[in-house]
T-cell receptor, first 113, second 112 residues
């Protein structure tokens, strides 16, 4: 069974631009969670989608948004990029939404210049 | 605000040594505590702990939870260079779905 895939793997953007990251969960998984990882703040929860509905949301500004499609693939969008948005963005999928059964993707490394 | 703190921040040992990694937490709600290993990019699941005093073991790794004192430890015996990684601890508050609060991680380097 293929693992969680994320595209693109690396991205360089300029301040003020917007970016869309994509996550394809393991086949059959309905829950997709997004995390931001930085050296200073560590791994922080962004949001979780289950069956196309946002079920949980972390403490991030409204510039961070996401959605989930009927095939469970998910996208997250960051508008008006800031230098501090430079991070590794990880997504994780699970079937029902049990944390111990989350499988993480390889991440998208975003650099904002 | 929920908080998960790991110590030490980093650790350098030699193959064959035993290491103990610490994780303490202060959270409003608690369902379970999880340990992950992150080598290059994707964290991989190690253990989930829900009850105090019950040790979970997997090969040379073991972990235990103390819900009264609000901490957990991860032990690795007879360390190998392949154990070099960042070890992450996270708390699941028990809301519907996934919403983990992670600690900052402990970076372990095992030298030959």
């Amino acid at each position: 069974k293929a693992g969680v895939t994320q595209t693109p793997r690396y991205l360089i953007k300029t301040r003020g631009q917007q970016v869309t990251l994509s996550c394809s969960p393991i086949s059959g998984h309905r829950s997709v969670s997004w995390y931001q990882q930085t050296p200073g703040q560590g791994l922080q929860f962004l949001f979780e989608y289950f069956s196309e509905t946002q079920r949980n949301k972390g403490n991030f500004p409204g510039r961070f948004s996401g959605r989930q499609f009927s095939n469970s693939r998910s996208e997250m969008n960051v508008s008006t990029l800031e230098l501090g948005d430079s991070a590794l963005y990880l997504c994780a999928s699970s079937f029902w939404g049990s944390s111990h059964e989350q499988y993480f993707g390889p991440g998208t490394r975003l650099t904002v210049t | 605000e929920d908080k998960v703190v790991q110590s030490p921040l980093s650790l350098v040992v030699h193959e064959g040594d035993t290491v103990t990694l610490n994780c303490s937490y202060e959270v409003t709600n608690f369902r379970s505590l999880l340990w992950y290993k992150q080598e290059k990019k994707a964290p991989t699941f190690l253990f989930m702990l829900t009850s105090s005093g019950i040790e979970k073991k997997s090969g040379r790794l073991s972990s235990i939870l103390d819900k009264k004192e609000l901490f957990s430890i991860l032990n690795i015996t007879a360390t190998q260079t392949g154990d070099s990684a960042v070890y992450l601890c996270a708390v699941d508050p028990g809301n519907a779905g996934n919403m983990l609060t992670f600690g900052g991680g402990t970076r372990l380097m095992v030298k030959p």
